[in-house]
C-alpha cells in the first residue's frame, strides 16, 4: 500500500510540468498574432511523451491489466486536467480536446510499456551479477553526464552570457538562471552515483531511486532548449553558448536513457542477487 501512496504521489508531482512541456515545445513553432496547427501538433506530442515517460516510472511493474495502473495514470493525468479546467472556453475545441487526447495516450502507452519492459526474465546469479555490474556502469556514466552538462554551463555559457549586449538580453536573469539548471543537473546526479556506489539489491535500483533524477534531467533538458534557439538570434557572440546548450541538451536526454536502462536490466534480473543477499 505504501508503494502504491508513493507511486500516486509522484506520477502527481512528475504531472505537474506537463503543462509547461506543452508550451515549451509549441514555441518552436509559435506564430506571431496567433497559433499554428504545427504549434499545437509538437506540444501535444510533446506532452505525450513527456507524459508517458512519467508513467513508465510510477506504473506497476510487470502487471498484467489496467486495474493496477489506474490510480498513477490518473495521478499523472490530474495535474494536466486541472489546467484544462483553467482553458478559456473558446479553447476547448481547439486545444483542449487534442492536448488531453495526447496526455491520456501518452499516459496509457507508459503504463502498457512498463508492463512489457519490467516482465521478469530467468536468470542465473552470474549472469545478474553481470548484468548489475553493467547497470552500475550506465548509472556511473548518466551521473557523469549530468555533471559534465553542469559544468559545461557554468563554465562555457554563463560567462557570455553575463556580458551579452544584445537588445534581447537580460545577463544578470538569464545567468541566475543557468545556475539554477547547473544545480539542478548536478542534484540529478547524485541519487545514481550513491545508487552506483551502494550495496547490491534491488532497492538501489527502484523507480523510487531513479525516477526523480531521470524525470528532473529530461526536464532541465527540454527547458534550455528554448534559450538554446533564442541566443542563435543573439549575434555570432553568442553562437557558441547556443552550441554548449544543444550538447548540454544532448548530454541530459543520454543519460535519461542511461538512467532509464540500468533500472529496467536490474528489474529483470536483480532477483538472483537479491536472494543471496
Known sequence: MKKVLLNVTLG???????????????EAFEVHGGSSTRELASGCLATALYLAYCEFWVAPRGVPGFGP???????????????IALFDRRAIVETCVPLFIAGL???LAGAYAAERAYGRHATGSQAAADRTRACRRMLLAGASMLVAAALLVALGVIPPVTADTSNFATPRRAAEGFWVVAGLNLLAAVPPSFA?????????????ILAFPAVLALLVGITILAPAIDFIGHGPGMHAAAALLFLCTGLNLLATMMLTAASIVAERTLPALDQRI
Do not use: D, N, W
Not at 74 to 83: D, F, H, K, Y
Open 105 to 107: 495516450a501518452g499516459t
Open 12 to 26: 502527481f508531482v512528475f504531472g505537474l510540468p506537463a503543462i509547461f512541456v506543452f508550451i515549451l515545445a509549441g
Open 196 to 208: 552506483a556506489m551502494g550495496r547490491q539489491g534491488r532497492g538501489k535500483y527502484s523507480s523510487e
Open 69 to 83: 495502473k489506474a490510480p498513477t495514470v490518473v495521478a499523472t493525468m490530474t495535474p494536466l486536467l486541472m489546467t
